[in-house]
């Protein structure tokens, strides 16, 4: 018997995939991470990514440029603001997508005087040579 896929409503969230095993038991999907200097990276459940991603995407495109700490602020302000609950540690799940982020080039980090600094990545013009 193959593995069954199924949509499953959560609360704030939305749909998430799911599958089931043999026994009929649902195991959310998981994502592999990669870090931008080739490090070995985690895995975490695609909906906690996805929440992630889209809250970080969205405090970035507010400031142009932002510290960890005022990306963990503005994220936790997101999830109060939008009642979304979040099994785990903010941060740690914060830091495991924003470096996967960096990896795809979605975002990029920057110094700035003597703090680092993260925003969207800017789009390079194709050289015409």
């Given at each position: 018997m193959?593995?069954?896929?199924?949509?499953?409503?959560?609360?704030?969230?939305?749909?998430?995939?799911?599958?089931?095993n043999?026994?009929g038991?649902?195991?959310?999907?998981?994502?592999?991470?990669?870090?931008?200097?080739?490090?070995?990276?985690?895995?975490?459940?695609?909906?906690?990514?996805?929440v992630?991603?889209?809250?970080?995407?969205?405090?970035?495109?507010?400031?142009?440029?932002?510290?960890?700490?005022?990306?963990?602020?503005?994220?936790?302000?997101?999830?109060?603001?939008?009642?979304?609950?979040?099994?785990?540690?903010?941060?740690?799940?914060?830091?495991s997508?924003?470096?996967?982020?960096?990896?795809?080039?979605?975002?990029?980090r920057?110094?700035h005087?003597?703090?680092?600094?993260?925003?969207?990545?800017?789009?390079?013009p194709?050289?015409?040579?």
């Open positions: 193959g593995t069954k896929h199924c949509l499953q409503m959560t609360l704030a969230i939305g749909f998430h995939l799911v599958k089931k043999a026994n038991v649902m195991k959310n999907e998981k994502i592999q991470l990669r870090h931008p200097a080739g490090k070995k990276a985690v895995r975490m459940d695609i909906e906690k990514y996805d992630l991603k889209k809250a970080i995407i969205n405090c970035l495109k507010k400031k142009d440029a932002s510290t960890h700490t005022e990306l963990l602020h503005c994220i936790n302000e997101n999830f109060l603001q939008n009642a979304i609950m979040f099994d785990g540690s903010v941060e740690w799940y914060m830091e997508v924003k470096l996967d982020l960096e990896t795809n080039k979605t975002i990029e920057i110094k005087k003597s703090s680092l600094k993260f925003r969207i990545a800017k789009i390079l194709e050289s015409t040579d």
